[in-house]
């Protein structure tokens, strides 16, 4: 759904819906904003296990184009917009997985400051 200023807003009904389709699930929305100014907005399922040891798995590979694994973490957790209008977001604004996927994995042990120490 499109509203003045974003780039993509859930709805309501979308939230109803996902709710109803992924019982028992953990679901988010996350906002960005762009550097345009404008905002985007997804709702997401919460990644499981596999998809976020998937996640570093590719971010760990030496063959990796930096971008792909990112793109792939975020569609396999988008529900709106679809993963197709998803995709078609990525053709104009190619950077958007990096703003989505640490707010995804945030609570997944991952970060933002750690510390160590010599003993």
């Known amino acids: 759904m499109k509203h003045e200023g ?6 309501d009904d979308e939230i109803k819906q996902a709710k109803a389709e992924n019982e028992g699930v ?5 906002e960005a904003e ?3 100014g404008q905002k985007f ?3 997401f399922r919460e990644p499981n296990n596999a998809i976020v040891k998937r996640f ?3 971010a760990n590979n030496a063959k990796s184009d930096g971008m792909s694994h990112h793109d792939a973490f975020v ?3 988008i529900l709106s917009p679809s993963r197709d209008e ?3 977001l990525l053709k104009e604004l190619p950077a958007l997985s990096l703003t989505i996927s640490p707010k995804l994995i945030e609570g997944h042990g991952l970060s933002n400051d750690s510390k160590k120490k010599s003993v």
Do not use: H, P, T
């Open 41 to 43: 907005e997804g709702l």
């Open 56 to 58: 570093v798995a590719q």
């Open 26 to 30: 953990k679901l988010c929305i996350i």
């Open 75 to 77: 569609r396999d957790c």
């Open 86 to 88: 998803y995709i078609q």
């Open 34 to 36: 762009l550097d345009d």
């Open 6 to 11: 974003f780039i993509n807003m859930v709805s």
